[in-house]
């Protein structure tokens, strides 16, 4: 209806100005052929509108069917049944096509147990599509000279200077190597703050000190020589920037970018003001339990630290499209963006992940407690998608929304296929543990390589039932996984943390030592397992 209204009002006031300016003859004709328009463009409207409803509800429904048990008819389930089976409450999209805002759509509600449904309004945690974000800050401040990529951040670094050693002898930390996660500093990621928790400085959070809940940031491999990612480099980074412009970096981002892109429901402010905190989704854990205070904070804003919604998230990705090729350059110019989004590691740009399958195509996905989020763009086709949800199963979900949108859409390059790891844990969730285990055994024996599960997938699945408590049944997964990958560390940690849970301390102790015998460096087995040995 709100569609139709717009319309009317648009050829009306068309036509009222052709009226203004004929005699009552040519009014009269005038008027006749303007309420014809009107009524055209109403009904054009409305067939549109009844066009998008109609694509909408064919995704929704168009979920990839779940080939659960050899024999038997797949599994068809709708974006509702898939959210309920790994219980995401909440979920909002928006669909990019030809370089602008398709629809949105919400579903859900905006917290576990809530009754409040998503609106498109609503407030979501982007996690690590931060990232990117922060990066087209970043570069707006290289355009002003105010920052340079290859130089050796110490040299503006004021708040605190990165600790040399023998690794940055030669080879230093600079903000490329910071934003394509190559400059060899450690710390991938955050667990943020619960509500009533004490929020560490950032030079607390460099150093690792109290309250800071993560290790030292420092450089362990030398700078440029490999592609490792790091949420503590990124951060160095948001440190950087706030020492070259004197401004905190919620405000900073709002100048530089959120404001000058449209992105008015976006905010980097941790926590957030009553006002906008007000307007956001409540975190869900895997298992469908809120997250406490409805979500974490998070000092680490560059990192991790960005509000948002799906279409905010989208006007970002259509800008740095269209600055791509040359026609828009509200924040970044094209040649600014084309160093952007030209690799500079395996897998990155500067600020966004890159797919060399898919020219054109760049993106990030992210995940903050009880939160998730993909965002993908194309710059050559104009076509992406930006989806949010409230739960730490949302990209899972999202990835298999976004296979129904490209099929709908026909996009030319389409997502890949669903992952092992998805695959088992999802009939796992609806057939049983036993159906799984041999579905495993028959992708296992397919002789497709590309179909073979490699030693994450099992553990993936086996960590689903840890928390979730099903012990057993969490051990059965990690036995299955030992067997397949004998001489693996990891698949014995994992088993031996399953026994350590079902209270088995002697089959804990047990594997632990196997995992440390086969990798000494395994300091989270050599912390349990002296742990373990300390209680008998």
Aim: hydrophobic residues 35%.
């Amino acid at each position: 209806m709100k569609n139709q209204i717009r319309v009317i009002r648009i050829c009306l006031y068309v036509a009222g100005a052709g009226i203004l300016l004929g005699t009552a003859a040519s009014s009269r004709l005038k008027a006749q052929n303007g309420a014809v328009a009107t009524q055209s463009a109403v009904a054009s409207g409305a067939t549109s509108t009844a066009n998008t409803e109609a694509r909408i509800e064919r995704i929704g429904h168009a979920i990839e069917p779940i080939e659960a048990v050899k024999g038997e008819p797949p599994v068809s389930l709708d974006i509702e049944q898939l959210m309920k089976v790994y219980n995401v409450s909440g979920l909002s999209v928006t669909v990019i096509e030809d370089y602008k805002i398709a629809w949105a759509k919400s579903y859900g509600v905006s917290e576990p147990g809530g009754a409040t449904p998503v609106r498109a309004k609503t407030l979501f945690q982007a996690g690590s599509i931060s990232k990117p974000v922060a990066a087209a800050g970043m570069f707006a401040l290289v355009q002003e000279g105010k920052l340079s990529l290859n130089e050796n951040v110490n040299e503006k670094l004021k708040t605190w200077k990165v600790p040399e050693n023998e690794f940055t002898r030669e080879q230093k930390v600079t903000l490329r190597r910071l934003a394509s996660h190559s400059a060899g500093l450690t710390v991938h990621g955050f667990p943020g703050y619960d509500v009533d928790e004490k929020v560490p400085t950032l030079v607390q959070i460099f150093n690792g000190e109290k309250p800071a809940n993560t290790a030292a940031i420092r450089v362990d491999f030398v700078p440029g020589t490999q592609e490792r990612y790091s949420g503590g480099g990124v951060t160095i980074e948001q440190q950087l920037m706030m020492d070259v412009s004197g401004k905190q970096f919620p405000a900073l981002m709002k100048e530089t970018v959120l404001d000058k892109i449209g992105m008015s429901d976006s905010s980097y402010e941790q926590p957030l003001p009553p006002a906008r905190a007000a307007m956001t989704a409540g975190g869900g854990y895997a298992d469908g339990k809120p997250v406490h205070g409805k979500w974490h904070v998070y000092p680490e804003m560059a990192a991790a630290g960005l509000w948002t919604t799906p279409s905010d998230l989208a006007k970002f990705a259509i800008e740095i499209a269209l600055a791509k090729q040359g026609k828009s350059n509200k924040v970044l110019t094209q040649k600014t963006v084309e160093e952007m989004l030209t690799p500079q590691s395996k897998d990155f740009g500067v600020g966004f992940g890159l797919n060399k399958k898919r020219p054109g195509e760049f993106g990030h996905n992210g995940a903050d407690e009880g939160f998730q989020a993909v965002l993908v763009m194309n710059s050559e086709t104009g076509q992406g998608i930006a989806i949010m949800a409230n739960s730490d199963y949302g990209i899972l979900v999202a990835e298999e929304y976004m296979r129904s949108v490209a099929k709908e859409y026909n996009w030319k390059y389409k997502p890949d296929p669903r992952r092992a790891f998805v695959q088992l844990g999802m009939i796992a969730k609806l057939k049983g543990l036993d159906a799984m285990l041999a579905k495993y055994d028959e992708l296992k024996n397919s002789g497709d390589p590309e179909t073979r599960p490699n030693e994450g997938v099992l553990n993936g699945v086996g960590y689903d039932y840890l928390r979730a408590g099903k012990n057993d049944d969490a051990i059965r997964v990690f036995q299955k996984n030992v067997k397949e990958y004998p001489d693996s560390s990891n698949v014995y940690d994992s088993l031996a943390e399953a026994y350590a849970a079902a209270g088995k301390r002697e089959l804990a102790i047990e594997n632990y030592e196997k995992s440390v015998k086969l990798d000494p460096k395994n300091q989270n087995g050599i912390d349990r397992l002296n742990k373990l040995k300390e209680k008998q």
